[in-house]
């Protein structure tokens, strides 16, 4: 359909249902934010999913964060915004027809996407190891059977483990977020039974946080790796010189939905690591 | 398929040749072709679960089918209707060959995009139906948890099956709102665009930015049957009504993705039959944006008595009201459009005042509904059911069957037996009211819905709506005989049969590839002043001579 | 070079390398300031601080990234109607679960294992 409509002056990558080649980039454009607003509604439900369990139960959340490495989040935070940085970088080489800088940004990207993963599978690799998972499978207990010369240096060693073990200091550290133990309807403790807070008990259904959790970072994972494999195609036609002033529209549309992955864990980082 | 020939007698139909060159076409009308004779089989498929239930409650109890087999058919005529029938019926069929057509424009802005579209549907359908035969599913449409996360049933491939359709249907949306915004011709402003178009982009403006939130919502479902994630599972510290609002954020405006279009071809219909310009266009027109707006305010409703919070039910109620204004600005201009003007009673305008009537009773009777203390009476009775079909069906199908006529000369290029046509209408009609006025009745007096079993009671009304809907079934046969004796017999269709003058009706029928010969110019679709009755060809010419199609004289 | 021919054949607004590099120099020291605020207790300020420097690192990638500042307004439009989207679904979603959950009642907690 597009290349036999080069007649005509026409240049080669303008469809014919177009009139010319700003109208078929705005169209392009819009529909690509069309796409991208799908996808943050897709991504609401999650968040909505963590700001009802958040609020109704902040002690979970308090308690398990405490399980995540906030240096390797923050690391990969910063992975993830450089590479940001450098698509944008990129689609300014596409509009100038700068064909090795823009190979050599592409693939810099690329790059930082498989930087990204691999922080992850690291963190991932610990909390599979420690049964830090979702639902049933939340069973920290298997943290014991690994007590040996297998962990990582990464792991997640100040993060409270058992209750004869005693908390960590900075459990003690939660007055604000978390309301007095008291009476209430069912599910609740009656009146001097409860234990006092901030003590490092383990409160109720610590495994919804790790559902959120695996569910918000690996969708965004596969978002990381679908943008990956568009920035793989791109860098591939870039190589052979496919884009220039004229056509740049697939970098320009990859490199927005690598900035709307970017733009998702921009809000992930602190709702999942930097609880308070 | 690019070098069309342009011989007189070429169109969209006859320009290429071959299974292929249909299923990889990227042409909007074939595509919306595809679309149509895709969801008339699952309108079939789905009707014939509709016969079974209402065979099946013909006595109370054990009649043709046990109470398993009862619950996996009311799901699956839910399931199909809805996801495969009504939700991409009026804008993937009817407005994906319409809407360029409408704008004058060669094609939609993706064509390609298009095409998975369908393809998109094809796959989603095809796993939605696998699972029918593997082990269909029998938590109704709504796969409510706790039980869709308990029950025995493949409710992870169905769920599968209706993520990928609702990813068609996102595309569908998304290609309607660039194709309105980036092309339409010179001449054509918003406000000159056929009204059926602003019913498409509300809709499409709902398909984009609510269909994620179900493909979220189905991922949940499928990760807690899968992984037993524990989001929506009590025992686990979740929170089942939670779902609820996850399903319904989508599956409310969901239900506007059905009227909106109906209501964009009435607009249309009433205009043209009435010969008279339509009465209050912007009111028209931006009243399908404000019921786009309502439509995301809306969905507790659903969940009255499902356990949600007093005050959320009290905002929910007050916000489902409003709703009314925007629907009834729609009825009273299309009434006032009516008024004093020359009714013509062709097939599509009998649609179009079945429409009317039966939009009316679904929507007054959705005020009841909407008050608190009447839906604790009435929820999950008959009275819902009754309901939600004369919005669905008497609003949604009836819309729809009056387009398919409207524009089916357009399509096929074969005019269709117009006697047999009014006949059918009035058939569809009665036999509708039999089948569903008396669930009204039945819902009010106590008959829970989903029901296998019911009460001797209710044995006479059951039986009345039987009949009702073996009636219908009637009209369909007749309809659905005398659309396809046209395809092989029918007259030739001229290029304008109802004298209207958006664009589609300025380009022969059926359309070249191209859509046009020449460059078109927006032009005031409700103007029928240039068009005069041509008995010779049973059609409409321009008043200063030709056939409209050629000419750019009527612009 | 660019803004000779904008007006015809040229698309998309070109970003001068100066100001991606200030961009990216922005989110890095706000992303040090969101870990660091975390070290203090400001009750339930906490959060609004932490979102707050979220908001404004997204509204850097959106404007000048993907090059929203210079883009078609409706860009814009899909972009706000998506976030109000969300923001009316989370809204309703806490005001429900707000009004029925046990915990919220003032004093009440949730059981905690021993």
Redesign the interface.
């Known amino acids: 359909?597009t290349d036999?409509?080069g007649s005509e002056g026409h240049p080669a990558h303008l469809?014919?249902?177009?009139d010319?080649?700003?109208?078929q980039?705005?169209?392009s454009?819009?529909?690509m934010?069309?796409?991208?607003?799908?996808?943050?509604?897709?991504?609401?439900?999650?968040?909505?999913?963590y700001?009802?369990?958040r609020?109704?139960?902040p002690?979970i959340f308090i308690y398990a964060h405490y399980f995540l490495d906030?240096k390797l989040g923050?690391i990969n935070?910063?992975v993830l915004?450089?590479s940001?940085?450098t698509?944008?970088?990129g689609?300014?080489a596409a509009?100038?027809g700068q064909r090795k800088l823009l190979v050599a940004l592409l693939s810099l990207t690329l790059l930082g996407g498989f930087g990204f993963l691999g922080i992850k599978y690291v963190e991932y690799e610990a909390k599979w190891k420690h049964g830090l998972l979702?639902?049933?499978?939340y069973n920290p207990e298997s943290h014991d059977d690994h007590t040996g010369a297998d962990e990582h240096a990464e792991e997640v060693e100040e993060a409270p483990t058992a209750?004869e073990t005693g908390a960590p200091d900075r459990l003690n550290?939660e007055p604000?977020?978390?309301?007095?133990?008291?009476?209430?309807?069912?599910?609740?403790?009656p009146p001097g039974e409860?234990?006092p807070?901030g003590q490092g008990?383990?409160?109720?259904?610590v495994?919804?946080f790790f559902?959120?959790y695996?569910?918000m970072t690996g969708?965004h994972g596969i978002h990381v790796l679908v943008g990956m494999s568009l920035i793989f195609w791109i860098l591939l036609k870039s190589i052979g010189g496919a884009y220039g002033?004229?056509y740049?529209t697939p970098v320009?549309l990859v490199?927005?939905y690598w900035?709307?992955v970017?733009?998702i864990w921009?809000?992930l980082?602190?709702?999942l690591y930097?609880?308070? | 398929?690019?070098?069309a020939a342009t011989t007189p007698d070429s169109n969209y139909l006859n320009v290429t040749k071959g299974a292929l060159s249909w299923l990889l076409t990227?042409d909007h009308k074939r595509i919306g072709i595809l679309y149509l004779v895709s969801i008339l089989s699952s309108f079939f498929l789905g009707g014939m679960m509709a016969m079974l239930i209402r065979t099946e409650l013909l006595t109370p109890g054990d009649t043709i089918m046990t109470a398993d087999q009862y619950n996996q058919v009311f799901t699956l005529h839910g399931a199909i209707m809805i996801f495969l029938f009504i939700i991409p019926g009026i804008p993937a069929a009817l407005g994906n060959f319409v809407l360029?057509l409408m704008l004058g424009?060669?094609?939609?802005?993706?064509?390609?995009?298009n095409l998975m579209s369908w393809w998109l549907w094809i796959t989603g359908a095809f796993i939605a139906v696998a699972s029918i035969l593997i082990n269909a599913v029998d938590t109704g449409w709504t796969f409510y948890t706790p039980y869709s996360t308990t029950t025995g049933t493949s409710v992870t491939l169905i769920v599968t099956g209706v993520f990928i359709l609702g990813f068609s249907s996102?595309l569908t949306g998304?290609?309607f709102?660039?194709t309105i915004?980036?092309?339409r011709p010179k001449g054509m402003t918003w406000f000159k665009m056929p009204l059926l178009l602003w019913g498409l982009y509300s809709t499409a403006i709902i398909q984009?930015?609510?269909?994620?939130?179900l493909?979220?919502?189905l991922?949940?479902l499928a990760?807690e049957r899968v992984?037993?994630?524990?989001?929506f599972?009590a025992a686990?510290?979740?929170?089942p009504v939670?779902f609820q609002?996850?399903f319904w954020f989508y599956s409310h405006p969901a239900v506007y993705i059905m009227i909106l279009p109906a209501m964009g071809v009435i607009s249309e219909l009433i205009s043209v039959f009435s010969r008279k310009h339509i009465f209050g266009y912007k009111f028209i027109a931006f009243s399908s944006i404000a019921i786009a707006v309502f439509s995301f305010l809306v969905w507790g409703h659903h969940m009255f008595t499902s356990g949600q919070s007093e005050l959320v039910n009290m905002i929910f109620s007050a916000l489902t009201f409003s709703v009314s204004i925007p629907s009834a600005i729609k009825v009273f201009n299309w009434l006032a459009t009516m008024y004093k003007g020359r009714i013509q009673l062709d097939t599509p305008m009998l649609y179009a005042l079945s429409f009317l009537f039966l939009f009316t009773i679904g929507g007054l009777t959705g005020l009841f509904l909407a008050t608190l203390a009447t839906d604790i009476h009435l929820h999950d009775t008959y009275f819902i059911v009754a309901h939600f079909h004369y919005v669905m069906f008497g609003g949604t199908v009836i819309a729809f069957l009056g387009g398919l006529h409207y524009w089916w000369p357009k399509m096929t290029g074969k005019m269709y037996n117009e006697k047999l046509g009014r006949i059918a209408s009035v058939i569809l009609f009665v036999g509708f009211n039999v089948t569903f006025f008396t669930q009204f009745v039945m819902g009010s007096r106590g008959m829970p819905r989903r029901y296998f079993h019911y009460q001797e009671q209710f044995t006479s009304l059951n039986q009345l709506s039987s009949v009702g809907s073996y009636i219908m079934a009637v009209a369909f046969f007749m309809i659905a005989g005398y659309l396809l004796h046209s395809l092989a017999k029918g007259r030739k269709a001229p290029a304008n049969p109802w004298g209207a003058n958006s664009l589609e009706w300025h380009t022969p029928s059926p359309p070249p590839f191209d859509n046009f010969d020449r460059e078109m110019r927006g032009v005031d679709p409700y103007d029928y002043t240039g068009w005069k009755y041509d008995e010779s060809i049973e059609g409409y010419v321009p008043v200063g001579g030709g056939d409209g199609t050629r000419d750019s004289r009527a612009v | 070079?660019?803004t000779e021919h904008n007006h015809h054949?040229?698309?998309?607004h070109?970003?001068p390398?100066p100001l991606?590099?200030g961009?990216?120099a922005a989110?890095?020291i706000l992303?040090?300031l969101?870990?660091f605020v975390?070290k203090f207790?400001?009750?339930?300020l906490?959060?609004f601080i932490?979102?707050g420097?979220?908001v404004i690192?997204?509204a850097l990638?959106?404007l000048?990234?993907?090059?929203l500042r210079w883009?078609?307004p409706?860009?814009g439009i899909?972009?706000i109607?998506?976030?109000l989207?969300?923001f009316l679904?989370?809204g309703f979603?806490?005001m429900d679960?707000?009004a029925y959950?046990?915990?919220?009642?003032?004093?009440?907690?949730?059981?905690?294992?021993?």
């Open positions: 359909m036999s409509h469809q014919h249902h177009f010319n080649s700003r109208q980039f705005s169209a454009k819009l529909g934010w069309l796409f991208l607003a799908t996808e943050i509604l897709l991504f609401a439900g999650l968040f909505v999913a700001a009802v369990y609020s109704n139960h002690e906030t923050g935070t910063m915004l450089l940001s940085f698509m944008a970088w689609v300014r509009q100038l979702w639902g049933t499978n209750p550290l604000t977020v978390v309301p007095p133990s008291a009476t209430g309807p069912a599910g609740t403790v409860g234990l807070h008990a383990e409160p109720d259904n495994h919804i559902g959120i695996f569910l969708l002033p004229k740049f320009d490199g927005l900035h709307l970017d733009l921009i809000f980082f602190p709702l930097l609880i308070h | 398929m690019s070098t990227l360029p424009a060669k094609d939609v802005a993706f064509p390609r995009l996102i998304l290609n709102i660039v915004h980036k092309l984009v930015l609510a269909t994620p939130v493909g979220i919502t991922l949940l990760m992984m037993g994630i524990g989001i599972d686990l510290g979740g929170d939670l609002h996850f | 070079m660019a054949d040229q698309v998309g070109v970003v390398v991606l590099g961009v990216i989110l890095m992303t040090w969101t870990v975390t207790d400001l009750g339930s906490n959060i932490a979102l420097i979220a690192k997204g990638v959106v000048f990234f993907m090059h883009d078609a409706i860009n899909v972009l109607s998506s976030l989207l969300v679904f989370i979603a806490l679960s707000a959950a046990p915990d919220q009642i003032p004093g009440y907690a949730p059981r905690i294992n021993p």
